[in-house]
Structure formats: C-alpha cells, structure tokens
C-alpha cells in the first residue's frame, strides 16, 4: 500500500474509532440503570492506597459489626463486601480493579468526588458516582479496541457494525458498563489481550511476551476466574511461540510472587479467600450448566441470540475461515470459562442482570465473530452470488442482532429489570427457570400473582408496616417493607382482594405521596378498579394524607384487582436527594375498606 493510502486509512480508522468511543460513551453514561452490588467499597480501597497506602480499610471510619462467619470468608456484620481478617477490615472482592482504578480515582478525588466523607465514613454516593463514571469510559475504550480488532480482517464497514453489536448486543452494555463490576477492568483486558494476540498472528507484528504476561497476571489479579483464559493463552504460547515463552513464563512468574507476597503479608495465606479453588462446586454442574445457556433470566444464549447465527456462520463456512489457530483458541476458552462457571454454586451470579458470569468472554465472542464474516465474505467472494439464501441469512442474522441489543438494552434503561432481583437473593432460584416472568421482560409483562386473592372484610384495617398483613394483598409494583409504611415502586402498582359483598364501599388509605416543593411538586393518582377508572387524584404537598377511593359495586367483583397508575413516579436519585433508584409514587401505611354511606348509581342509570 502506498504511503499516503496508509496513512489515509489510518486516518480514516482513528475517525470512526473515536465515533465509536464517543457514542457508547454518551449512552453507558447516561443509561440510567446502575449496578454497584459487589464493588461496593472498591473504590473506597483506590482512595485508601492513594492516601495510606494500604489495602486495610482500617483508616476509615467504617461500621465495626458482629463478625459473621461464612463458608470462606469471615464478613463485617451483614456487610459482604467487607472482610475481617484478625482485627482489620477488607474489601473481599479482588484489589485488582482498586488498585487499576487509581489514576481515575485521584482524577475524581481532585474535582472533589470522593467515595469517603470529610469524617472518614463511606460517601455511597460519590463511591456509585466514580463507579459509573469509570464504567462507561473503560466500555467506550473497549468498543473501540473491538473495532481495532475487527480492521485486522474486516473492511471498516463491518467492522463498525462488530463493534457496535458488540458494545450495545452484550453484557457490555446491560452488566460491565452498569458499575464498576470485576467484570469490568476484566473485560476491558481481555479484549486487549485478545487483540495483541490476534494483531501477532493475523498481522505479524510483534508479540511482545512480557506485556502479555503482565496482561495475563492483571487478569487474574483482577478475577481469578481468568486463570481459565491464563492457561489457555499459555498453552497456546508454548504450541506456536516457543522462542517467547521463557520470557512470557518468567514475566508470569514474577507477577504471582509478587501478589503471593501480598496475601501473605495482609492475610497470612497464599491466596485470598476470594482465589481459592474451594469456592468451586462441581455437584451444581448439572443444573449451572444448562442454566447458565438457556435459563430464561441467566440462559447466554437467550439473552445474546445473536451467538446463534456467529455459531451457523463458523459453521457454514469453515473451510473458509482465516486465523484457524485464534479460532480454536477462541472455542477453548469460551467452552472451558462456561464449564467453570458452570461449577460455582451461586452460578446465577446473584443481583444481576443475565449471564453476567460469562462476561469476560464477550471479547473471545467478537474475535469468532469476526472469523465468521470474515469466512461468509470470502465464500461470497469466490461464489459472487447474491442469492435468496444469501438475503436470508442476513436478515436472521439483522434479526438476532435487533434482539440482542432490544434484551441488553432492557437491562441497561428499564429500571424494572433491576428490580426484578429479589431482596432476599435466596429466593432468587424459584425465578430462573420461570418464563412467566423473564427478567429481560420486567416491566413489559405482569409478574405471575404468587398468592390467591385473600378475603378483605369491610372494616377490617391491613397495616403496611406488618408484612404478614400486608403482603397477601400485595402483586406487583411495591418495594420492601420498611418501618413505618411501604412504597409503591415504579409507575403502577396493584392490591388484590376477594370480598363477598357487592355493595357500594369506600377504600380509605393513609399515604404520603413523594413530593418535594420546587422540584418535583405533584403526584398524579388514577385508580382503577378490575380494568375500569374510578378515581383520578393530584396530591400537591408533601405530607400525609388520607385518601378516600370509591368503589361501585357494580364493578366488585368475588376477585379484585385494584390498580394505581403513577405517571409522576420518580426516583430520589432523580432529583440528587440520594442514590435511590427506586421510582416512589407513596408510601402506605394502611388500607381499609368501609361501607359507602352514598352510594352512587350503577352505571347506566
């Protein structure tokens, strides 16, 4: 190629890359659904190694609880996130994401965002707000990087279509750009490793052993998971790149002593407890296995369909295939990860959103893909046809592709897909398997009624702050009992009653509607009773309030279903009071039905 070509073209790559970037950045940053779960305390560990150099959280002034021992590890109270170790506190999850995170954190601490308080509490909001930052812009780069990728085989046309399917059909979007995930960090390395190995066998260029290896080590430091991928990679150096595998293995080497001597000196083992193998349970292999493929709220292949048609294209047209050993390379290690998490017992991976556990993949996924257009153009090339078959496929391939992003995207923008984790994460497995109420469809479709319809006696007073009481009226659209009263959550909200007598009533509730003066300053309340409005209310002040429903009973019915619609529904976090993603229409403190002394007449009349 000329050199004025080459330059053109590499011109032109930097154009669409920095397109690339600046999109996805845009949309994971102001995607609204946020995912600080397990890094929770992460980047309160960047800021204690910038200012005490230490991986102890002992500097802060965190909550010392009741210890409380697990199966490996010994928790701060009911603080998961927080380890004790003999008399210091630290954070269990792996250090790598803190300590790569460091540079950002400094950033944030300069323009005086801070995941600690002046008094050394933790500040959750300025730990989410560093978090979600950080997420978008580590998932922007990757996106690019995935471009990069695509150019070694594709012409720049597909391989913006790579790497935008990539950012916005994947976990990309719906789990690693959603907070600061180990996930995160993880797949933004996996996807560098992925491209240096493909730009030293596609390309020719140099591969530089002990980059890769460090690559390699911050992996696994980052999420020991990886370690499946770290002896992949290295089996595949010692097949094809012998002459560079001395250094790559030293490299290696030099890293796990070094983080080996860091266990030991703050936890007196060889690993972290977070690293050991125990944590692996090959009995729930099994039902993890299928699970983690099919199961309608954590199935890979049901939430990323478009690997479907990578998976036909690999096939049809593998005589075609360029770059065969990254090809085996990249089967090896999706099939091998997908085994391993296949054998944690928690394979649903807790408060999430979909296969989070097969994220780390996503990177290995591009790079078959990548293979597989590559395989389609050049059998195209040869064939020159243009064929219904041909139209076919793409148009199932355009159609995976639109659900891809449709699923991810409802993870990433529909706060109802958050909270369609249950508060108890123990009853979390009566969901996987349910197709009534797929997490990628909350808020789409009504979750199945739990319970039957409990009789409501005229008079009888159901307090909200009694969950027992409470809970057999309640279906969809409130949040967890709190002291005091219980929230509507979201933009509808529904009780259910069974009741004997058709004659006119009188729901009477005690609320306080979710308003506050300036800035959010009305709650609109329609009622509706088995599919008909019978009541439409504007509360204006922030108060509490008794409301008074009318029910005809004409429309009772021996079931009821009665529905609020909350257009005004809005989340704390909306408006900067805290970091509540709730979306609260009222509170309730307590419902009961009374007779009508009015009654008004039947429809009709």
Known sequence: MPETGWITTRLKDGILAGAIFVCTLLIFWFSPVHQVTDSKYSMLLS???????????????????????RSDY??????????????????????????????????????GVSA??????????????????LAALLMAILAALFYFTARLLLPAGWSVIVALSASFGTQIWSTASRGLWSHTWSVLLTGLA????????????????????????????????????VVCITIFFALYYRRALLPFLLTGAGWLLAFISYSRYNFGFTLPNYYRASRLDLGIFPVALPGNLISPSRGLLIYVPLLLFVVFLLVRYWRHRPAHRLTWLAMTVSIANLLMVSCFAHWWGG??????????????FVLLSIIGIKAMLNWHEQHQSANLAWAGQLTVGSVLLAASIFINGRGALALETWRWNPGDVTQLGNKLWDWRQPQFLAGLVKPPLEHGYEDLAVGTRVDFTQPDAANKYLWYGWSGDEPGFRWTEGKEAALVFAIAEKSDLILKMRLLPFIREGTWPRQRILAELNGQLIDSQVLTRNQDAELSLRLPGYLLQGRNVMKFKLPDAASPELLNISMDQRQLGFAVYWIELQKDNQPQPAAGK
């Open 47 to 69: 800021e204690g190694l910038i200012r005490h150099h230490s991986f102890a959280l002992d500097h802060f002034q965190l909550p010392r609880l009741e210890p409380v021992q």
């Open 74 to 111: 010994v928790m701060n109270g009911g603080i998961y996130q927080l380890e004790i170790v003999g008399n210091r506190i630290y954070y269990f999850f792996p250090p790598g994401s803190s300590v790569l995170s460091i540079p950002y954190v400094a950033a944030a601490n300069a323009f």
């Open 194 to 229: 992925v491209y240096w190995l493909s730009r030293a066998d596609i390309a020719k260029q140099p591969l530089r052993p002990i980059f890769l290896a460090t690559l390699m080590s911050w992996m696994y430091f980052v999420r020991p998971g990886n370690s499946i991928q």
């Open 351 to 364: 408060a999430s959103f979909g296969p989070r556990f097969t994220t780390d993949t996503v990177p290995w």
């Open 116 to 133: 600690a308080n002046s008094d050394g509490t933790f500040n959750l909001r300025g730990e989410q707000t560093i978090e979600i930052g």
